[in-house]
Each structure stands twice: as structure tokens, then as C-alpha cells.
């Protein structure tokens, strides 16, 4: 009789439901720390008068320290149990929490966020591991519907409790907000999760595959993170990348040669695992790139504060916490594309919207944007997760669940990085060429600067200084189109990789019957 069993003969029926309860607690408030501290970096740069490269660090960082983190969850699983595993990395996390609210300088600020990253990765696939224990094949559509909402639904939620604090407060204390729900799930987690399985020595753990891993992953996001502000062609930049794809072929000849890998490439022969994986991946640039991108503009161009950015929010949790359990129950019964793709549809039909917006658009219009948004976020990721993993053997489940979560994550960090860089040079790129078209030649930038020398007339200013002053202000004019142009060009550069989801998407459903090679 297996843990798992054990605990069904004594809760009942009703264990499942307190495995999902108890999961999604942890998945929230570890997912909460993916952007309430985003929110509050502005906050923290000032108080400990950082540059832009030290406050890099702290995304940086957390970013790397999730990725690899993905891939070591199965060992540890294994060598001390779910209930270990889980309660551990939430006390690791309150610990985390209370140096990154305490500290007094950047490192330990940055300390924090590397362990809070760390402990944010490890707990999703075990908390997948764990439903996918709990849950009949039958019924894992609906575990995995409810494991995609706690992925989306912190990033809403701590946009708008991160803003709110730190307006309201300190921006200390958004690194204390989710304490109570990691006290709730340890407690819940002592009880309804199982221990150890196997009995007998634990597996040796792969020190070598972690330092490689991680080597390879920082370097590469440190060299996209930075090769903006550096410039492109310093040697730091192809060092770097360099390193990355050196400790990337490394990582994978160590794992084909030890006996204990710390991810197992057997589930790479699985071609429904495959093509869920790649989806998964360039979805998760899409969406991340998405949350990276709007709270950015409304910001930015429409000078929203961050309580109001975050109410844009709102309306996809609702969205998200009606169709979650509809999508969980349609995933059970219907093929895959059935539901991504409608999802997919709305996801496109969302973002072209975001790619139609400027200063002159309205909050409604985001909110609106939004929830059709939370649409394919209820209803791509759950029938993905669960037909893909579904082709693994039982004992590979946790090596995939790990690297399926470790291409979410992958490409979410890419795809953030990959617009940063964008956005940085559409702006300078659209502002030489609204600059050039600004000229005695052009009639409508006449126009306008004679509008601009009678509005500033009738402020008062005198006639001396208006033509520079209608000339200044013609110059910002300038750099916000700049700027707004370059998040459409965003924008549209997330359509075209959401056209690119429907490919394996469309494989998954045709492959679905017959996973195997």
C-alpha cells in the first residue's frame, strides 16, 4: 500500500481536494514573489541609491535560481519525500522573505531573491508531482486546470497587492504579505502530503549537473539582460554566451553518462512530450513577455500608478477562477485542441488589441483586453500540461513535470529579456525617424509646432522663449510616440510567436493516441 494510498484510506475521498487546497496555497504565495517585487524595485533602488546594474541583479538572479531549481525537485522528492520537500523549501522561503524585508544592503537583498527563486521553482513540480499522485488519469485534466490557475493568478494578484503596498506603506512589507498562506500550507502540508516512498540510501544528487545548469543559465541571461546597457559588442557579451552554450553541452553529455541524472533525457523520446514541451515553452515567452509589457506601458505612457496598473488585473482573475474548473472538466473529455486552440484564438484576438493602444486608450479597454487575455490563459496551458506528461512513464512523471516547468520558465525568461532589447531600440529606431520627418519641409510638423507656440502664448510664456518651449514640447511629443510605437512593435512581435504555438499545439492533439515513436 503506497503513501498516497495510506492517506486516501484515511481522509477519503475528499484527500484529493485537500492536496489541491493545499498546493495551490504554496503555488500562490511562492508565485506571488514573481512580480510583487517588481513592483516594488523603483521603491528599493532609491532607498539604497543602486544603479540600474545592481537592481539587474535582483531579476537576474531570481530568474537563473528558478530555472534550475525546476530540475532538482525530483531528487529531492525522492531522497526525503513530497511532505519534506515541500514544507522545507516553504520555511526556506519565509527565511528568504524576512532577509529580503530586514535587509540593509544590496547583497542581501539579492541573497533573497536568489533563494526565493530558487524555492519558487522547486515548488512546482512537486506540487504537479503531487496532484498527478492524488488524481486518476481520468481526472487530471482538472489538476492540471487548477495548477495552471496558480500560475497565472499570482502574477494578477501580486501586481495589485505589490502596488498597493508600496503606495500605501513600505516597500518592505511585499516581502511579508505572503507569510500567513506559507504558514497555512506548511501546516496543511504536514498533514495531507506523503512522506518518503522508497525506503533504503538516498540517490546521490548531481552537484556537477547543478553548478553546469546554473552556470549556463545565468550567463546566458546575464549576457541578454545587459548587452543593452553594455553595448553589443563588448567582449563581455559573447563571453558570456559563449560560456552558456559550453555549460549547456556539458550539462547534457554529464547527464547521458551518470546513473542518477539530475533530468533524466529518457522523457525526450517521448515525441507527445516533446512538442507539449515546445508549446509550453513559447507560450510561456508569450505570456510572460505580456506581463512584462503592459504594466510597463500604462506606466510608462499613461502614468497609471501602480494600484490602478494593477487593477487591470482584476478582471482576469474572475475570468481565470470561473473557467479553470470548465477547462479541467472539457480537458478530461475532449482532445487537446479543442481547447487550446479557441484559447489561442483569444490570446491573439487580446494582444492585437494591446498592439492597437496609445496615450488615448482607455482603462477600459485594458481591463477588456485583459479578460479576453485570461480566456487562453484558463485554456491553453491545463490540456498541454496534462497530455504531455500523460505519455510519460510513472516514474519518469517528476523528471517531466520538472522540465516542462523548466521550459515555461526558460522561455518566459528569453522572451522578457528578448523585449527588453526590442523595446529599447524600436524607441531609439522610431525616434530618428519622427525626429527626420520633423523639418521646415513638412507641413503638418509646421502645423503643429504653430499649435504648440499658441498654446504655450496663451500660458503665458513670453514670445521670446516660445519657439523654444513649443520646440521642447514638440520634442517630448516625439519620444512618447517613440515609445508607444515601440511596445506595438512588442506587441506584434507576440502574435507572431502565438501563430508559432499552434504548430505543436495541433501535434499534440494529432499525436495524442499514439505518444510513442
Known sequence: MTQVEQLFARY?????????????????????????????????KGAFGMSDSQVQWLST?????????L???????????????????LLAFIAASILGGLGQGMAALVAARIVQGGMTGLIRPVAMQALFAAYPPEGRGMATAMYGM??????????????????????????????PICFAAIVMGLFFLPTREQKGP?????????????????????????GQRWGWYDPRVPELILTSVLCGAAFIAWQRRIAHPLLDLAIFRNRLFVVGTLAMCLFGGTFYGIMYLLPQFVQAVLHYSPITAGQIFLPSTAVLG?????????????????ITLPGLACTLFSVWLMAQMDWNTSFFYLAVAMGILSIGMAAFPPPTLSNAIAGLPGHLTGHGSGAINFALQLGGALGTAGLVILLDRQTAYHGQILNA???????????????????????????IHQPAMAGYLLGRIEAIWASILAYQDGFWILIGSLL??????LLLSRWRRSPHV
Open 437 to 463: 520627418g520633423v523639418n521646415a519641409g513638412n507641413t503638418t510638423a509646421r502645423q503643429a509646432l504653430g499649435q504648440l507656440t499658441d498654446l504655450v502664448g496663451r500660458l503665458g510664456v513670453p514670445e
Open 500 to 505: 508559432l504555438v499552434v504548430i505543436p499545439s
Open 12 to 44: 477519503g475521498p475528499r484527500y484529493k481536494l485537500w492536496v489541491t487546497l493545499t498546493v495551490m496555497l504554496g503555488l500562490v504565495a511562492l508565485g506571488m514573489s514573481i512580480t510583487i517585487v517588481n513592483v516594488a524595485i523603483p521603491y528599493i
Open 71 to 89: 530540475l532538482i525537485a525530483p531528487w529531492l522528492v525522492a531522497a526525503v519525500g513530497q511532505r519534506a520537500t515541500f514544507v522545507g523549501l
Open 202 to 226: 538516498r540517490p546521490p544528487f548531481d552537484w556537477a549537473g547543478v553548478v553546469l545548469l546554473f552556470i549556463g543559465v545565468f550567463s546566458l541571461l546575464a549576457a541578454l539582460s545587459n
Open 150 to 179: 496558480c500560475l497565472g493568478l499570482p502574477l494578477t494578484l501580486a501586481t495589485v497587492v505589490g502596488g498597493w503596498l508600496v503606495e500605501h506603506f513600505t516597500w518592505r512589507y511585499v516581502f511579508f504579505v505572503t507569510l
Open 322 to 338: 470561473i473557467l479553470v474548473p470548465l477547462v479541467g472538466w472539457l480537458s478530461d473529455r475532449y482532445p487537446p485542441h479543442w
Open 61 to 69: 538572479g531570481f530568474l537563473a535560481s528558478t530555472t534550475v531549481s
